[in-house]
């Protein structure tokens, strides 16, 4: 068995822009450009950034719900993406995901019992319907229902309930990886915490890693071990949260921690004012794709990416940039 549980290596993600009367594929948009991280068992990897930067697509692009155009992504030494068939049914077992939109994600003519029972029966967990209504009613005491809503709709429950038919749906067939694609922010302010304290204490319970792809920097902080920012498909800095959020070292992480809502009204905070609009994704900016908004950029920027990881070097942060002091 692998130290890493999954391991991702340049991973691209480009979707064709076609035009034409013949559809003629004229250019790329380039939702992620190589992006590099790991992830250990048991650890909570958040991705962070603005809408459009590629977290969503970078989800899915390891589960293999969409196709990378390339890369590497190896979970417990294996390479997902030349997976035959049955290999990929037997890597569903291992990575779930549970999406923005638990309305939207449950079937509307399902019971409760289907939606999260379904796949137990249909990898072999469970023999009988018995044996499925005692999985799932345990499964539902887990994530905080009581084990009589199962013969329900999803209409019939709240946001939040429903929320939760989506995490225990997800842990049903007893994964290693959940990748959460912004699981909270559909969600009121106190249902958030409330589905925060679940996953923390599912986590524990069920030894999982997290991908925690979320805007909300607060929620991020309270649950992930490390943090990556994407901007424009690109990594602009990885680090561990406690020294992301203390010490961040490049300009566009500045700009989203500055972005917090001030905890009190008396608190003096000063925000970044970034310069003009995000560049398109169809023709990404050379270098940094940061710098025509950064007010930091130097000439170099325009030639060398952001982030270099310095393997000699105690300081895992290396950036052309000249930040202020």
Known sequence: ???????????????????????????????????????????????????????????????????????????????????????????????????????????????????????????GLVKTQAQQKERVADILVQVGLQEDVMFRYPHQFSGGQQQRICIGRAIALGPRLIVCDEALSALDVSVQAQILNLLQELKSRHSLSYIFISHDLSAVQYLCDNVIVLYLGKVMEKASTTDLFNRPCHPYTQALLSAIPKAHPNERKERIRLVGEMPSAAHPPSGCPFRTRCPYAQPICAEVPPCRIVPDSKDTHEYNCILPP
């Open 1 to 123: 068995m692998s130290e890493l549980l999954l391991q991702v290596r340049g991973l691209k993600k480009y979707y064709p822009v076609k035009s034409g009367v013949f559809r003629k594929v004229v250019g790329h948009v380039h939702a992620l450009d190589g992006v590099d991280f790991d992830l250990k068992p048991g650890e909570v990897l958040g991705v962070v950034g603005e809408t459009g930067c590629g977290k969503s697509t970078l989800g899915r692009s390891v589960l293999r719900l969409v196709e990378p155009t390339s890369g590497q992504v190896s979970f417990d030494g294996r390479d997902v993406l030349v997976f035959n068939r049955d290999e990929l049914i037997g890597f569903r077992k291992q990575a779930q995901i549970v999406f923005q939109d638990p309305l939207a994600s449950l079937n509307p003519r399902k019971t409760v019992l289907d939606c999260v029972g379904e796949g137990l029966l249909y990898h």
